[in-house]
């Protein structure tokens, strides 16, 4: 399957400091990439939408100005959380879209960065 | 997108074939089923997906009921790395998102 990579893994900041996460599809172009974040013992809440070239759709109660997202490539999209705080603690995991198979396309995921605001 | 039901939890021995059901009683004709499962502090894995024929893949196999009410995934040989939790998702293809529910949180006990 495609293989999908972020960038840290596992991050520690202190609070008011900005963290920026990578995510990047590895062999295959995605012109689409979603930003997921998941809270302990949660299910994976979509934050926003993600399109190469254009502003990313935010989903209803996500702040885009403390979410800065970017994908000025077909293979890289990157989420900023500025002025992190204690509360935006969580594991944050990136997916990118490709065509897939039987008419149907399918999202590949990375393996999520693990954010902790001191 | 159609909702889908699946039990909370179910546990299943090393080696033997787990069977894992999902109830999509309200699905529409162009909604396809997916697959992903969830292994403890890493992101979602894709496993398999179809429309309305049974699929199989080097990973597990879908049997989607005549009717499309209904679907079971099922994993031949459980291992204990397959422990993890299995979300069954029914979405249009191409339609932007992939809404995860609670899932089944599957055990394999050696």
């Known amino acids: 399957g495609a293989v999908v990579s972020q960038h840290p893994s596992r991050v520690i900041c202190k609070s008011g400091t900005s963290v920026k996460i990578e995510c990047r599809s590895l062999?295959?172009?995605?012109?689409?990439m979603f930003w997921y974040r998941q809270f302990p013992k949660q299910s994976l809440m979509l934050m926003a939408t993600s399109n190469e070239g254009s502003k990313a759709t935010y989903e209803q109660g996500v702040e885009k100005d403390k979410f800065l997202i970017n994908h000025a490539s077909l293979t890289l999209s990157t989420l900023t959380v500025t002025s992190a705080h204690p509360e935006d603690s969580s594991f944050y995991i990136c997916?990118?879209?490709?065509?897939?198979?039987?008419?149907?396309?399918?999202?590949?995921f990375g393996p999520g960065t693990r954010l902790t605001v001191l | 997108d159609a909702k889908t039901t699946q039990p909370p939890s179910m546990d299943c021995a090393e080696g033997r074939a787990a069977n894992l059901p999902c109830n999509h009683s309200t699905i529409s004709g162009n909604e396809y089923v997916y697959w992903y499962r969830q292994i403890h502090s890493q992101g979602p894995q894709y496993i398999i997906h179809g429309l309305k024929n049974n699929e199989t893949n080097e990973m597990a196999s879908l049997i989607i009921t005549e009717d499309r009410k209904s679907s079971t995934l099922i994993l031949p040989h459980a291992t204990l790395r397959d422990t993890a939790v299995y979300y069954c998702i029914v979405r249009v293809p191409f339609y932007l998102k992939l809404s995860f529910g609670a899932g089944t949180t599957v055990t394999v006990r050696a």
């Open positions: 062999d295959f172009q995605a012109t689409t």
């Open positions: 997916s990118a879209r490709s065509w897939g198979t039987r008419g149907a396309d399918t999202q590949y």
